[in-house]
């Protein structure tokens, strides 16, 4: 596991507020980072969507986004998840994202109990 110690941008402050929130429910929240250009729409239907059904029980997507980069192009996109079983829930998300064909350098933020990006 890559542990970082770094200061945090705007989206991952926000993103550390999701995971310390979801672990006051003893949940464990990561942000999936997929370095593809995708609009909403076809973000879900390639990541989010089997994501969800792989998780069944296991958890759930709650939120995602495109990040905007130069001259209205995306960026990067990614997914919002939470899990009730940490190390459950990483296997299922690699394996989706891996099936899915996430390009290989997707990497998986954690927040809690400190920053860490881990690979896919």
């Known amino acids: 596991m890559q542990r970082k110690s770094k200061q945090l941008d705007g989206r991952q402050r926000l993103m550390l507020g999701l995971a310390e929130a979801a672990a006051q429910r003893g949940e464990h929240f990561f942000y999936v980072l997929i370095p593809e250009p995708l609009e909403p729409l076809s973000r879900d239907e390639k990541y989010a969507n089997p994501l969800g059904e792989a998780l069944g029980e296991l958890g759930e997507i709650t939120g995602g986004g495109s990040q905007l980069g130069e001259a209205d192009t995306i960026a990067f996109c990614g997914l919002d998840v939470v899990v009730n079983d940490r190390e459950r829930g990483l296997k ?13 350098d997707t990497r998986i933020e954690e927040y809690v109990p400190e920053f860490a990006e881990l690979p896919l």
Do not use: M
């Open 92 to 104: 299922v998300i690699r394996d989706c994202l891996r099936a899915c064909g996430a390009p290989s």
